[in-house]
């Protein structure tokens, strides 16, 4: 095995500890329950924007209000 300089095996250190310093800060940052809770709410609001949602969701809000008119009379 060969002898690596002193000063040279520092600096891979560093170098090392900079990086997952820096992959820990990612980490901490993706799994923040803030942010993880933004993202969902964004999607969300994103799945519910399209057409075809939006077409299902008024027919189900159709169907509920007629359902409910329907239970009124009958009483």
């Known amino acids: ?12 250190i ?12 990612i980490l901490a940052d993706r799994a923040n329950p803030r942010r993880l ?7 969300a609001i994103e799945t519910l924007k399209q057409p075809a949602v939006m077409a ?3 027919g189900v809000g159709g169907l509920v209000l007629i359902l409910a008119i329907r239970r009124i009379r009958n009483r």
Request: no cysteine; glycine share 0%.
């Open 37 to 43: 809770a933004d993202r969902a709410k964004a999607r």
């Open 1 to 12: 095995m060969a002898e690596r300089d002193p000063d040279a095996i520092m600096k891979d």
């Open 14 to 25: 560093d170098q090392a500890r900079e990086q997952l310093a820096s992959t820990v800060d």
């Open 56 to 58: 299902s969701l008024a």
